[in-house]
């Protein structure tokens, strides 16, 4: 995928608009929609299981059975977003899940839990290939890659600033009568209900509507993506049947479906078990952490992640997204996350798993720009969610399998070892992918039907 052409005045005030009012707004509704999905993993090793009587196992599967609500609902509800329009239709989600998810304040028992983490799934369903349809619907595809990473950079920095945050609301214990963790999951639902509100009328469907755009740019970005549109599958396929077809029966969605799988299953193994991990180093090295000790020590990873991502992004941006954008993080992530096993002190651990989080987050972004290249309309839409349905059946399988091995063998050398060759089969994929796709010269033109590098 080539590197970037040179671009016009109005090119350049476009895309910085779309950036500026766009992207932090969105990135926004990301960060609150991640937190609400993992404060659980705060919640657990800070008085939820203990209260709850949770195993690790049960831990898990209440981690991943949100994954399940939300394949449930998933391709549906990105379908629905193109019909009925981003605005509704992510606003309508934000304030569902942000009740669902201030019921966890109340939750009782391990078949609540359950139940909660399982509507949760249902009512996020379709935000986050929502988003990346929204995102890649307002600008071509050679600045898709940095704008995604612009949106990406939220999920990285909801740990960096939610960490440290759900710790400090954990610690506000007894307030109104509650324990910490249930004061927590209050005061972090609240966002998502205000947010999804004034998306309703903060969000526009697309470029032309939008008021903060000159009439030249209007016409620029609106010429740009239609042109861009013309070749890929999905052009010109207006039922949802047809849509579904075209994006369902194409091979390279499905490997890439594969190859996000393994991202996905490491993200969540360590998203929903690293808190869990650096509880234990008490007992493992014999030291003592407060809760906002272990708040800010969750949080070191992905810092670093954060920065990683966006030089990453801009590199891609640059020089034109390639295979190794994508593959070699895979291949670092994979053979780092079972090293951390073998370090002797906490610190050592952690400075191994930053590189497992960089290699994740840098990954990431530049894989989303990938689907939208050769998909479009419906058809774009019905692969999106696709392909974050794998990574949903990875969320899953990466919080249930983590738990029931750890309850099964003690520990988690054989989850992580697990991991690793997750991501090392991503990256194997992603080459294999490359080999099998003639590449484009000119990221500036509308890619084939069969173009990727």
């Known amino acids: 995928m080539g590197a970037d052409a040179p671009s016009t005045a109005v090119e ?49 599967f209440a981690s991943g059975i949100f994954f399940l609500g939300y394949i449930v609902l ?5 379908m629905a977003l193109h019909r009925f329009g981003a605005r509704r239709w992510l606003a309508r989600i934000m304030v569902t899940w942000g009740i669902v998810s201030l019921l966890f304040t109340w939750v ?20 986050f290939p929502g988003a990346i349809l929204f995102l890649s619907q307002w600008v071509p595809s050679r600045h898709r890659t940095k704008v995604l990473g612009l949106f990406y950079l939220a999920q990285p920095l909801t740990t960096v600033f939610g960490a440290p945050l759900a ?3 954990i610690g506000r214990h007894g307030l109104f009568g509650l324990e910490g963790w249930r004061v927590m999951f209050l005061f972090v639902s609240i966002p998502a209900i205000v ?59 499905w490997t890439l479906a ?3 799988f393994g991202f996905v299953y490491g993200l969540y193994a360590l998203a929903f078990f690293l808190p869990t991990i650096i509880n234990g180093f008490q007992d493992q090295y014999d030291t003592t952490f407060s809760v906002m000790d272990k708040a800010w020590i969750t949080a070191i990873p992905y810092l670093p992640a954060a920065v990683v991502l966006f030089f990453w992004t801009r590199h891609a941006t640059k020089h034109g997204t390639r295979t ?69 059946v990875a969320g899953f399988a990466a919080s249930y399998i983590t738990g029931w091995l750890k309850d099964w063998t003690g520990a988690y050398y054989v989850p992580l070892y697990l991991v690793g060759a997750f991501m090392l089969l991503s990256a194997v994929l ?19 039907a069969k173009a990727l590098r």
């Not at 998933?74 to 990105?78: A, F, I, T």
């Not at 526009?204 to 861009?228: H, Q, Y």
């Not at 720009?369 to 696709?386: C, E, K, Q, Y």
């Open 324 to 392: 190794w954008h994508v593959a070699g993080p895979a291949v670092v992530g994979g053979i780092s996350i079972p090293l951390a096993l073998y370090m002797g002190s906490p610190a050592a651990t952690v400075a191994v798993i930053t590189i497992t989080a960089c290699a994740i987050f840098a990954a990431l972004p530049v894989f989303w720009s990938v689907p939208s290249r050769f998909l479009t309309g419906a058809a774009a839409a019905a692969g999106i969610a696709l392909i974050n349905t794998a990574g949903n």
């Open 74 to 78: 998933e391709v549906p509800s990105n």
């Open 195 to 253: 947010l999804g509100v004034v998306a309703w009328f903060y969000l526009i469907d697309r470029p032309a509507d939008a008021k903060w755009l000159t009439a030249e740019e209007k016409t620029w970005l609106t010429g740009a993506l239609s042109a861009e549109s013309a070749g890929k599958t999905g052009h010109g396929t207006k039922h949802a049947k047809g849509a579904l077809k075209a994006a369902f029966t194409n091979g390279r969605v």
């Open 167 to 169: 710790g400090w609301l």
């Open 108 to 127: 009782q028992n391990s078949e609540q839990l359950y139940a909660l983490r399982f509507l949760l799934g249902v009512a996020e369903a379709g935000f």
């Open 258 to 260: 594969a190859v996000y």
């Open 430 to 448: 992603m080459i294999w992918l490359s080999s099998r796709v003639r590449p484009a010269t000119d990221e500036a033109r509308p890619a084939p």
């Open 12 to 60: 350049r005030s476009a895309i910085k608009k779309v950036s500026i009012r766009l992207v932090p707004f969105v990135a926004l509704m990301f960060f609150v929609n991640y937190l609400d999905r993992t404060a659980v993993s705060f919640a657990e090793p800070n008085g939820m299981g203990q209260d709850l009587a949770l195993t690790a196992a049960q831990f898990g």
